[in-house]
């Protein structure tokens, strides 16, 4: 059974730093791309950063570029999102995504709330 399972999300000051990661199971993690998406209180998911299979290609939202960094091990079947000079902004509950062709799968979401 695939499965996705977020840590690392807490509460932060503004300016501070948060690093998440997802640990996969129950599927071949190396052949999926995979991708942060955040969600906050009354708006819509959006998607955060990307990474492709074998690490090659990155895409990050505007809103994060220069700020945030995605990553993967492959070793280790992990995706890593490093968050650096937060904002009140970035508050949100951060999912992970796997996806290959028509195949998707969530994880359950981690809360980062950055407040002073």
């Known amino acids: 059974q695939a499965q996705l399972v977020e840590s690392g999300g807490g509460l932060v000051q503004p300016g501070g730093s948060l690093r998440l990661s997802c640990a996969a199971s129950g599927f071949t993690f190396s052949r999926y791309a995979m991708s942060w998406y955040r969600q906050a209180p009354g708006k819509e998911r959006e998607l955060v950063a990307s990474?492709?299979?074998?690490?090659?290609?990155?895409n990050y939202a505007d809103p994060v570029k220069g700020r945030f960094t995605i990553s993967r091990d492959n070793d280790k079947n992990t995706v890593y999102l490093q968050m650096n000079s937060l904002k009140p902004e970035d508050t949100a509950v951060y999912y992970c995504?796997?996806?290959?062709?028509?195949?998707?799968?969530w994880g359950q979401g981690t809360q980062v709330t950055v407040s002073s």
């Open positions: 995504y796997a996806n290959r062709v028509y195949v998707r799968y």
């Open positions: 990474i492709t299979s074998i690490g090659g290609t990155v």
